[in-house]
Structures are given as structure tokens and as C-alpha cells.
């Protein structure tokens, strides 16, 4: 199943999955998992997934939120979370991290977005490209939302706090290319 991000872009960057260990490549798979390994071995701790921007193994419960559209020259703020965090209440905790007032968050809102690393990302590389950018709902949940929606090869997910008013105003200037025309 594939799902299409608010930018209508004609590319799908999204894909339904349960998890990351899904996508291992399935050579000369010996279990029904599809990797090498047998399956009288002990599971392995999970590498981190290099398509997960927000968060890491190595430190569950923390998700990262990028704020440079609210902070110039902040990279991100970590964020205690669990799956049952709303995006409405990790946007209060973000705002607290950034020094704003949490007292202000129905002006915030949490988004989902899609994109790449240029450049090989890091100090000194091309930096982040949006591809895709969707504004969550107060309700959503996006530890959940990154458990079944994980970004297809090659591109990377990451969470973004931004002024509402400002996600209102990009959506309002985008043009529906794809459904444009067809309900009557």
C-alpha cells in the first residue's frame, strides 16, 4: 500500500511496513524473516534506521524534533515520547526545549516530512531537502505514524516543528495536479 504526502509530488516516497527488518534484502535468506542469520541464534539489537531521522534505538523514547524554521541555526531538540505522545503535546514539550512560550502552542503545529540528505548531509554537506511535508493533526501519534509508514529507499523522515499559519499558507499556494477536475 502506498501513500501519497500532501505535496502531490508524482513520486511515492512512502510505503506501509511493519518495521525496518522487513526491508532486509532476502538473498539467501534461512529463516522466514529473510536474513542470514539461523534461527536458533539470539536476536540482534536492531540497528538504528538510517531512513528515521527522529529517532534511534540507542535512545528509545526520544524523538527529535527539528525546529530551524522556528530557531535559525537550531538543528533539533529531543523530546521524551512514548506512543501514545500526541503531536500536540510534543509540540508544547519542543517549544519548552526552544525557550518559547508552550502557553503558544495552537500557533505550532507538528509535521511530517519527507525529503533527502544532500551532499552527504552532516557538517559541511549539502544539508536537508523537503520533499514532501504533511502538518500532523493535534490527535496523531508519531511514534506510531513512524512504526507503519516508513520512507522508501533513499529518502529519510524527520519531524518538524513550524508556525501554523505558515503550514496553512504553503498548502494554500499548492495546486492539486493529480485529482484536480475529476469529482463533479
Not at 95 to 118: F, H, M, P, T, W
Amino acid at each position: 500500500m502506498m501513500l501519497l504526502l500532501a505535496s502531490q509530488t508524482p513520486q511515492l516516497v512512502l510505503y506501509r511496513t511493519l518495521s525496518y527488518r522487513d526491508r532486509v534484502p532476502t538473498d539467501t535468506g534461512t529463516n522466514t524473516r529473510g536474513d542470514r542469520r539461523s534461527t536458533t541464534e539470539p536476536p540482534e539489537r536492531p540497528a538504528d534506521d538510517p531512513a528515521e531521522l527522529s529517532t534511534q534505538s540507542s535512545a528509545p523514547g526520544v524523538l527529535k524534533i527539528f525546529g530551524d524554521e522556528i530557531c535559525a541555526g537550531a538543528n533539533y531538540k529531543s523530546v521524551l515520547a512514548t506512543p501514545r505522545s500526541s503531536a500536540q503535546e510534543l509540540v508544547k514539550e519542543a517549544l519548552e526545549r526552544y525557550s518559547l512560550n508552550k502557553d503558544a502552542a495552537q500557533s505550532y503545529v507538528l509535521c511530517d516530512v519527507i525529503g533527502r540528505l544532500e551532499g552527504g548531509g552532516g557538517i559541511g554537506g549539502g544539508g536537508w531537502r523537503t520533499e514532501c511535508l504533511r502538518a500532523l493533526g493535534d490527535n496523531e501519534k508519531p511514534l506510531l505514524l513512524q512504526e507503519l509508514w516508513k520512507p522508501r529507499e533513499g529518502h529519510a523522515r524527520r519531524f518538524e516543528l513550524r508556525r501554523r499559519a505558515e503550514v496553512e499558507e504553503l498548502n494554500a499556494k499548492e495546486k492539486d495536479t493529480i485529482t484536480a477536475g475529476t469529482m463533479r
